[in-house]
């Protein structure tokens, strides 16, 4: 007993905590069989975990649907869930259940990817499959049997590892995705090998198969090769990074960039670095194998040692531990609000809100407004509610980040911001704006310069154009002499 407390004592004193805090799951099940894959949403609204008998979709307080599958693997982006089962069937789910296709591969599915667009890449045996809005483009054979694959987000390339260590990527092909200025190719497929993809051998055939790849497809994440290490390349093959782990990585998480890593092995160590290998925070837990998962936004970092799990922000800070588990933990995910989700193979299943207070800030536009001119509002964090007090009596609740607000009189006024997670977390900022009055001509300018009247232009009649006449002493004179002479001899005719 004081072996364990000494122990206790020494992994306290080595993990750095700023609030150390217990939590407890929202929500537990147990399902019948072991689990074979657990993931979560990135935004954390819902989570996925089957156990070759059933497909089982929960939220944090319960199980939302299930489907009877014999599903070995899944995968989750935005709103879709890929499921691949023994029998070769490939089903591509969106979060409300609804069935969207089902396709089929001749062999038991190992692995299965899915894009943010419904784009699914799928392994089993030696072969790579592509399906896209349910048909399969392409397949491609393998030198070895196929381990892992992956997709970036938009479904423009696929990469994959086979048990020989052999890495494969695809490309559908034009100088915007494949990066060649003088590709001609239309949007078709390619296969990339030779220099563009590194070879590395697997040194134990236990050793975890990791691959990963960047959501804009840029950089691909790979362990194997040499004992521990893990690697980074782009996207034309160059090596970026190689980093040699503490121990032996038994898990390996990155996010949706892949600028950060996190690294869990065998004897406890974690370690979190970013893209060039640059170690950000380590820590030992010390009692026993490490497994870990990074949030796709980099905020959160969840691992856990046997029935001991503990939430790390970015640098590095306990959050909170959980150390009530019932069973070994062999599977841990957490979303980008903090939430996570943790299980045994023998089915134990926990759901763990988030206790971290949501980011309150805000922007407005324009910065000094006039009285009447409308405001818009701007929330800087993601929230299920949003409270806006502009400090003029009017408040406003709702879902949206952004709002518009006008004010009725000049002054200064306090608006207030309260935020609300989904987990009830509430936070608040406040700041100030200065209304400014309308502009009034006469008050401003009390002595305003009078506007000239403009000179009328003489009317010409019956389209006749006026004429000017030079002003010549006695000229206007002359002028009318000459006119009346001029008439009378015209009238002394006429008799």
């Known amino acids: 007993m004081r072996k364990l407390l000494t122990f206790a004592i020494l992994l306290l004193a080595l993990i750095p905590v700023n609030a150390l805090m217990i939590n407890e799951p929202s929500f ?5 069989h072991w689990i074979k894959d657990l993931k979560i949403s990135e935004n954390g609204t819902f989570a996925v975990c089957c156990d070759g008998s059933y497909l089982y979709v929960f939220n944090s307080s319960k199980i ?23 029998n070769g069937n490939v089903y591509l789910y969106e979060d409300n259940s609804k069935l969207v296709w089902k396709g089929k591969v001749d062999s038991k599915v190992s692995s299965v990817a899915v894009s943010s667009n419904g784009c699914v890449v799928v392994c089993g045996d030696k072969k790579i499959h592509y399906f896209d809005e349910g048909k399969k483009l392409w397949e491609y054979k393998t030198v070895g049997y196929v381990a892992k694959v992956a997709i970036c987000n938009n479904g423009n390339v696929a990469v994959a590892e086979d048990m020989l260590g052999n890495l494969y990527l695809f490309v559908k092909c034009s100088k915007d995705v494949c990066g060649h200025f003088f590709c001609q190719k239309d949007w078709t497929w390619e296969y990339r090998n030779g220099w563009y993809i590194g070879r590395f ?20 994440l790979v362990n194997g090769g040499e004992m521990r290490a893990i690697y980074i390349f782009n996207k034309f093959g160059y090596l970026i990074m190689k980093e040699i782990a503490d121990g032996l990585p038994i898990s390996v998480a990155t996010t949706s960039n ?25 820590v030992n837990l010390m009692f026993g194998p490490a497994l870990v998962d990074i949030s796709p936004n980099r905020k959160f970092v969840v691992a856990s040692s046997v029935k001991k799990l503990f939430l790390f922000d970015r640098d590095g800070k306990v959050l909170w531990i959980y150390d009530n ?22 089915g134990l299943i926990c759901f763990f809100r988030s206790k971290v207070k949501p980011v309150a800030d805000f922007e407005f536009s324009p910065k000094n407004p006039k009285v009447g001119e409308k405001v818009t509002f701007v929330a800087k964090s993601s929230a299920s509610e949003y ?7 009017n408040i406003i609740k709702t879902s949206n980040a952004t709002v518009t607000h006008a004010y009725s009189k000049p002054g200064s006024y306090i608006i ?8 009830g977390l509430t936070n608040s900022t406040s700041k ?19 506007t000239p009247k403009p000179t009328p232009t003489p009317t010409p009649n019956k389209g006749w154009l006026p004429i000017s006449l030079p002003k010549i002493p006695g000229f206007e004179s002359a002028i009318g002499i000459l006119a009346v002479v001029t008439v009378g001899y015209a009238i002394g005719r006429k008799r």
């Open 416 to 423: 207030k911001l309260t935020v609300r997670s989904e987990d």
């Open 432 to 450: 100030v704006i200065v209304v400014k009055a309308i502009a009034n001509p006469k008050k401003d300018n009390p002595n305003p310069k009078p």
């Open 64 to 86: 939302l649907w299930k489907k009877e599958i014999r599903a070995i693997c899944i995968d989750i982006c935005g709103k879709y869930i890929a499921v691949g089962d023994t």
């Open 201 to 220: 051998t697997k040194l134990n055939s236990a050793y975890p198969f990791i691959i990963k790849i960047s959501d804009d497809g840029n950089y691909i």
């Open 258 to 282: 892949i600028d950060t890593i996190a690294v869990g092995c065998d004897n406890g160590k974690v370690c979190v670095f970013d893209r060039i290998g640059n170690t950000l925070w380590k």
């Open 325 to 346: 588990f019932d069973d070994k933990i062999d599977f841990v995910a957490v979303s980008n609000n903090g939430r996570v989700v943790a299980g045994s193979l023998n």
């Open 28 to 32: 537990k099940f147990k399902v019948n």
């Open 387 to 393: 409270i806006w007090d502009f400090g003029d009596g």
